[in-house]
Nanobody
Framework: VQLQASGGGLVQAGGSLRLSCAAS????????AAWFRQAPGKEREFVAG????????YYADSVKGRFTISRDNAKSTVYLQMNSLNPEDTAVYYC??????????????????????WGQGTQVTVSS
């Protein structure tokens, strides 16, 4: 599975962006997926995850109520709608697929080492 993230950019505080992660390979349609982010000088952190069918999602407390993860399995694409952005959301955002253990919402799903496939990242910069 190859993942291609896009949709990042520069936005003012309070604005919105929609990230996309397009996957190649049929196995994506049977894989859970997630978004992580990494700010300069910080560790990569979990943002949101979604189960294979899309009926189960999980969010980091810092983005709950502002971000929405979704997927379109027919297009092999996962999305991250980000609203009410603030400067603390500035980071490189990465998509990941195929949770190797556990389930979306479980402890392992927030661990970056639990995913088999990664995209290249897309920069999101929020100005104050």
């Amino acid at each position: 599975v190859q993942l291609q993230a896009s949709g990042g950019g520069l936005v003012q505080a309070g604005g919105s962006l929609r990230l996309s992660c397009a996957a190649s390979g049929r196995t994506f349609r049977t894989s859970s997926a997630a978004w992580f982010r990494q700010a300069p000088g910080k560790e990569r952190e979990f943002v949101a995850g979604i189960a294979v069918s899309g009926d189960s999602t999980y969010y980091a407390d810092s983005v709950k109520g502002r971000f929405t993860i979704s997927r379109d399995n027919a297009k092999s694409t996962v999305y991250l709608q980000m609203n009410s952005l603030n400067p603390e959301d500035t980071a490189v955002y990465y998509c990941a697929a195929r949770l190797l253990k556990g389930y979306i919402g479980g402890a392992s799903s927030t661990d970056s080492t639990s995913y088999a496939y990664w995209g290249q990242g897309t920069q999101v910069t929020v100005s104050s």
